[in-house]
């Protein structure tokens, strides 16, 4: 794959913001403050697409709308970077509808959380182009979110490239029951691939399908929303059988909000023992990276970007610009 980095960002840059997944239309109040906020700490314009704000049952618009404002923010020259405004559970509806070699043409920072999953990595697998898995948009409506910000900053204004280091104030927004205590090795060692992955349970659906992106010697980065240790054990099987970890060469645990819920059976099991327990045979680095997931701050997870790892040491660092 040839690996396509976007234009980086300059102050005053428009911004794009479309639904791609979920409606947004119940938390609108809550939208125009993380808009507002978010212009105001990153000195970036914001340009709400047309559907984005629509609602068709739990969707923001029909599919039809949906991709219409993607290819429409791509399309627009004065549109330097996509945000998606959340998540949800029908992103993967766009993906038959996706005109990649738009894309492929119009090469641009794009970025989201969650379920943007099963379109982040399919838009790099079809084109190339490095995309972006990581913060929520609307956490910006209540939260001014320094290390997320300072990520923006590195990687979009600045080029990226060079150490990520862990969030010395790191805490779960609204103080749910954790047992995450920093950076961890899970199993150690160090390599060098290009990033895949996001979140558990999308990433999950694109296996087998022509919209995986499975590259040779991927390092994958998983994080999961609201699932016990026993439904993260039952995903990595699946992605086991379907022969995912053949060609992984490293595996980053990210932040799994809810996993230590006490009071669903088999919790107390630490994340550590969960991944060994199905991945045990396989001979590759594997940590635990907090800063990756929902209801903290994140970095931004350059998805086809070359990165090294080491959880021996408990360092990332990316290995190049992931914008030019």
Not at 107 to 115: E, F, L, T
Request: glycine share 8%; proline share 5%.
């Amino acid at each position: 794959m040839n690996v396509v980095q976007p234009s980086r960002l300059f102050k005053g840059d428009l911004v794009g913001i479309c639904s791609p997944s979920g409606t947004i239309a119940h938390k609108m109040e809550k939208f125009e403050r993380a808009r507002k906020n978010f212009e105001k700490i990153t000195g970036l314009r914001t340009f709400v697409a047309y559907n984005a704000t629509k609602k068709h049952y739990y969707s923001a618009g029909t599919p039809e709308e949906r991709v219409q404002d993607l290819h429409e923010l791509f399309s627009n020259p004065e549109v330097k970077a996509i945000l998606f405004s959340a998540g949800g559970d029908t992103a993967i509806d766009l993906l038959p509808l996706l005109d990649f070699e738009l894309i492929k043409n119009n090469p641009k920072i794009i970025a989201g959380i969650s379920d943007a999953t099963t379109l982040l990595n399919p838009i790099t697998a079809k084109t190339g182009l490095v995309t972006f898995c990581g913060f929520e948009f609307l956490d910006f409506a209540d939260r001014e979110l320094p290390y997320t910000v300072a990520s923006i900053n590195h990687q979009w204004f600045e080029g990226g490239m060079g150490e990520v280091y862990a969030n010395p104030n790191w805490k779960e927004f609204d103080g749910i029951l954790t047992a995450y205590k920093g950076w961890n090795s899970i199993r150690p060692g160090t390599v060098e691939g290009s990033l895949v992955g996001g979140n558990l349970q999308s990433f999950l659906q694109l296996v087998g399908t022509e919209y995986e992106l499975s590259l040779p010697n991927q390092i994958l980065c998983l994080e999961a929303y609201k699932l016990p240790k026993k439904q993260i054990r039952k995903a990595l099987i699946q992605m086991k059988l379907r022969e995912v970890f053949t060609h992984t060469s490293g595996l980053i645990i990210g932040y799994n909000l809810e996993s230590d819920n006490p009071d669903v059976v088999g919790n107390e099991q630490p994340i550590q023992q969960t991944v060994l327990e199905v991945l045990g045979e396989y001979d590759i680095p594997m940590m635990q990276v907090g800063e990756i997931g929902h209801h903290v701050e994140n970095f931004l997870q350059p998805i086809g970007a070359r990165i090294l790892m080491d959880a021996t040491t408990l360092t990332l660092r990316l290995q190049e610009s992931v914008t030019l």
